[in-house]
């Protein structure tokens, strides 16, 4: 299976503020997916961003963006203008093409996010 | 709105018992997975399946067994409970193909084997 690395276990921000957590992925393909998703103190596991490989422009949504450099394997996600919601664990996933590995997900080991008043 | 539900979110059970894990979605997925979430572990693939009666062994699928008789179904089934199979057990459904690559997931079972 392909690696992917979540190199902070914790992380910290103040409400408003901007944080970055890091991923990085191996794999030998061109072709694959790469996602983030939240899971709050509450369990159920959704979606933040996702990210296909073949697509040069990092994908954006509202608060949250992604920095997807291809070459350096490296998919790295900003929340902006932080809020008390965002406090979760955050994993960084990795779907390669489907004739290798069908549609699972390869997850980091996540990060936790706290977010301080 | 896509809805994974699980049959339990808290569950215990002895040494050796059969147990089974139910997961049910709503909305045609073709694929369906069971995860298993450990602390600094993240997720685990246990199996998935593509399509009714069919299942494929993720990466670590020993010790449990699934089954898939209908398409809205996925159950998980510990045939011996081990004390090492106390986890966290998530399962997550999905479109096959197309743009839709989203895994949409339960609220997850917390269960502790004694």
């Known amino acids: 299976a392909q690696t992917v690395t979540q190199s902070q276990p914790e992380m910290s921000v103040q409400e408003a503020e901007t944080v970055t957590l890091s991923c990085t992925y191996d794999?030998?393909?061109?072709?694959?997916?790469l996602f983030w998703y939240k899971q709050p103190p509450s369990r159920q596991m959704i979606l933040v961003i996702r990210?296909?490989?073949?697509?040069?422009q990092n994908a954006t949504e509202n608060r949250f963006s992604v920095n997807f450099q291809k070459a350096a394997k490296s998919f790295s996600l900003k929340i902006s203008d932080s809020q008390l919601g965002d406090a979760a664990m955050y994993f960084c996933a990795y779907r390669g093409p489907v004739s290798n590995s069908g549609y699972a997900l390869n997850f980091g080991k996540g990060t936790s996010l706290l977010v301080t008043p | 709105d896509v809805k994974v539900t699980q049959s339990s979110r808290y569950l215990v059970k002895r040494t050796g018992e059969k147990v089974f894990l139910e997961c049910v979605q709503d909305?045609?997925?073709?694929?369906m997975f069971w995860y298993r979430q450990d602390p600094g572990l993240g997720l685990r693939l246990i199996y998935f399946?593509?399509?009714?009666?069919?299942?494929e062994k993720g990466d670590i699928p020993e010790g449990y067994s699934v089954s898939r008789e209908k398409k809205e179904r996925f159950s998980l089934i510990l045939e011996s409970a081990s004390t090492n199979q106390t986890s966290m057990y998530l399962c997550?459904?999905?479109?096959?193909?197309?743009?839709?690559?989203?895994?949409?997931f339960g609220p997850g079972t917390r269960l502790l084997v004694l």
């Open positions: 909305m045609d997925h073709e694929n």
């Open positions: 794999t030998s393909e061109s072709d694959y997916y």
């Open positions: 997550a459904s999905s479109l096959a193909g197309g743009l839709t690559e989203t895994q949409y």
């Open positions: 399946s593509y399509d009714v009666k069919m299942k």
């Open positions: 990210q296909e490989a073949y697509k040069q």
